[in-house]
C-alpha cells in the first residue's frame, strides 16, 4: 500500500501551532507523509479557530477551495482522488456534528483534545466508518513532543504550560472551544525545556490562553524555586535549565503577579517581552467584558513592568466597538494607549460568538464606527510604536536569525528578545545564530539594521 500524504493547514492562535506540529510529527510517525500541497494530498486536515466569526467563515471557503482544487485536478488526471477532510480544533469541538450538514465536503472530526487520535481517526475512514466525531479529553499519557523537521520555526519550539481557560470573559468563545484551565506538570516542562536545549533550540516560547494563571497540581520540579506564584516559581526553574531565551505568551492581567517582572530582572534568558492583553480603555466596558481588571490596576502592572531595568516592551489586544462602547469610552482606549506606550497592539473589531453572555447584548456600535474607531487606534498604536522605535535607533540588539527576509532575498530576519522583528542584510549562515545588529530605520512592525 501506498504512504498517504498528508496536508495540514492551521489558522488562529499558537495553540492551535502548537497542537499542529504534534499532530505533523504523530502522523510521520505512524507512516504518513506530511506533503506541504492539497494537490495530490490523500488527506487535508484543517486546524480551526472559532475565535471571531470572521475565523470561522474562512474555514467554509476554504473547505470549497480544497474541493474545486481536487475536482480541478480529477479533470486533468482521472486517476486522482478527492482528498478525505478531516477538521479539527475549536470550530470542531463548538459545532461537533453538525458540520457535516453545514458542509457535505467533511469526513471526520476531532476536537481540540482529541488531535492525538488523529492517526486512528483516518484509519477508521479508510476502513469505512462515515461522519466520525471525536470531542474526548486527551488520552492518558499523551505525547507533547514535536519533532524537528515539525517545527513552524526551526530553532523556536512553542511549550504548552497550560490549557484551556477559566476567565469566561463575556465576548470569548475560548471557555467553550479549549474547556477549563490544565496546568501541565512542571517536571515535564522542564524535562521537555532541557531536551529541546540539547537538540539546538535557541528560544522556547511557554505558551498558554493564560500562562500565569499557572497552577500544576504537584510541586514536583519546582520544589528549589522560590516565587509568588507557581508560574513565577515555573519561570526562575526554566531559566535555571539554561536554554538561551525564554518568552511567555499570554499573560492574564488579573493574574499577573508583579514577581514575574522580578524573575525577569533576575534571568537574563527570560526575556524583556510581556504580552498582557488591555481589550479596552473604559472601566465600564472592562466591566461589561467582566474582565477582572479595572484600568488603574492595569496601569500599575504596567508601571512596574516599565520600572525594570531590563527594558521590557509591552504588548497587548484591544477590542474595539464592543456592546454599547461609547465615543467616551474609546477616547479612554486611546488615552490609555498614550499611557501604556505599547510596542505593538493586535486591534480587533468586535464580533459576537454565539453561547457567549455577551452575545445576548445588541451589537449596536455599527460596523462602520467599527472601522472609524479600528483605523484611528491602529493609527495611535503606530504612533507609539515609533516612539518606542526611535529609542532603539543606533543602539545594539541581540537578533535570533530564524529565516530569509520575505521582502528581499539578500536580507535576513528574526527577532530581538523583546520580540520586534528585525531584518539585515547577512546569508543563509547565520540561521539559528544570535548576532549583534545596529539598529539604523524603523518602520512599521519592524526595525532595519546593520551586523556588527
Ligand atoms: N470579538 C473580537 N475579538 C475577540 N477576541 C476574543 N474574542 C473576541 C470577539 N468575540 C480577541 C481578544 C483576545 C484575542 C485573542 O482575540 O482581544 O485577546
Ligand atoms: Fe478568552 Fe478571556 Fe480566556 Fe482570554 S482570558 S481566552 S479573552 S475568556
Redesign the pocket.
Known amino acids: 500500500m501506498s504512504v498517504k500524504k498528508v496536508y495540514m493547514e492551521t489558522f488562529g492562535?499558537q495553540m492551535n501551532v502548537s497542537d499542529s506540529e504534534r499532530v505533523a510529527t504523530l502522523l510521520e510517525t505512524k507512516g504518513f507523509q506530511m506533503t506541504t500541497s492539497e494537490v495530490g494530498a490523500d488527506v487535508v486536515l484543517l486546524n480551526t479557530c472559532s475565535?471571531?466569526e470572521k475565523a470561522e467563515h474562512k474555514l467554509y471557503t476554504r473547505i470549497g477551495q480544497i474541493r474545486k482544487s481536487s475536482a480541478d485536478n480529477f479533470n486533468n488526471s482521472p486517476n486522482s482522488k478527492k482528498p478525505v477532510i478531516g477538521i479539527l480544533g475549536c470550530v470542531a469541538q463548538l459545532e461537533g456534528e453538525t458540520l457535516f450538514k453545514r458542509d457535505q465536503g467533511i469526513d471526520f472530526v476531532l476536537g481540540t483534545r482529541a488531535v492525538g487520535r488523529v492517526s486512528e481517526a483516518i484509519e477508521k475512514f479508510f476502513d469505512g466508518q462515515k461522519n466520525l466525531v471525536d470531542l474526548g479529553e486527551r488520552e492518558f499519557g499523551y505525547d507533547w513532543t514535536v519533532a524537528d523537521s515539525q517545527r513552524q520555526f526551526p530553532f523556536v519550539a512553542f511549550v504548552p504550560i497550560i490549557e484551556g481557560c477559566n476567565k469566561f470573559?463575556t465576548?470569548?468563545?475560548?471557555p467553550f472551544s479549549r474547556g477549563r484551565e490544565k496546568s501541565l506538570a512542571a517536571s515535564d516542562i522542564i524535562r521537555n525545556v532541557l531536551k529541546l536545549r540539547h537538540e539546538g533550540i535557541r528560544e522556547v516560547h511557554l505558551i498558554g490562553q493564560n500562562v500565569n494563571s499557572y497552577r500544576p497540581q504537584f510541586d514536583s520540579g519546582l520544589e528549589k524555586f522560590t516565587g509568588a506564584t507557581a508560574f513565577s516559581r515555573l519561570l526562575r526553574a526554566v531559566a535555571a535549565t539554561g536554554i538561551e531565551r525564554i518568552k511567555f505568551t499570554?499573560s492574564f492581567p488579573r493574574d499577573f503577579h508583579t514577581d514575574i517582572v522580578s524573575a525577569i530582572d533576575e534571568h537574563e534568558n527570560l526575556c524583556n517581552w510581556v504580552h498582557l492583553?488591555v481589550?479596552s480603555g473604559s472601566n465600564t466596558i472592562l466591566r461589561a467584558m467582566r474582565r477582572g481588571h479595572t484600568i488603574e490596576s492595569y496601569m500599575s502592572r504596567v508601571d512596574k513592568i516599565k520600572a525594570s531595568p531590563r527594558n521590557i516592551s509591552l504588548t497587548t489586544?484591544?477590542?474595539v466597538g464592543f456592546p454599547n462602547e461609547t465615543e467616551q469610552d474609546f477616547v479612554e482606549t486611546l488615552k490609555m494607549v498614550e499611557y501604556c506606550q505599547f510596542t505593538s497592539a493586535?486591534i480587533?473589531?468586535?464580533?459576537?460568538?454565539q453561547g457567549?453572555p455577551?452575545f445576548e447584548m445588541s451589537d449596536n456600535v455599527s460596523a462602520k464606527e467599527k472601522s472609524v474607531r479600528f483605523l484611528e487606534l491602529e493609527k495611535a498604536v503606530k504612533n507609539n510604536q515609533q516612539k518606542v522605535f526611535q529609542n532603539y535607533l543606533n543602539k545594539t540588539v541581540k537578533v535570533l536569525v530564524e529565516k530569509n527576509s520575505n521582502k528581499n532575498m539578500a536580507q535576513i530576519s528574526g527577532h530581538t528578545t523583546c520580540q520586534t522583528v528585525v531584518n539585515f542584510e547577512g546569508s543563509s549562515e547565520l540561521l539559528g545564530k544570535i548576532v549583534n545588529v545596529e539598529i539604523l530605520e524603523a518602520k512599521a512592525n519592524t526595525l532595519y539594521g546593520k551586523i556588527c
Request: glycine share 0%.
Open positions: 492562535c475565535v471571531r470573559c465576548y470569548c468563545i475560548v499570554t492583553p481589550q489586544d484591544i477590542i493586535y480587533f473589531k468586535y464580533s459576537p460568538r457567549t455577551a
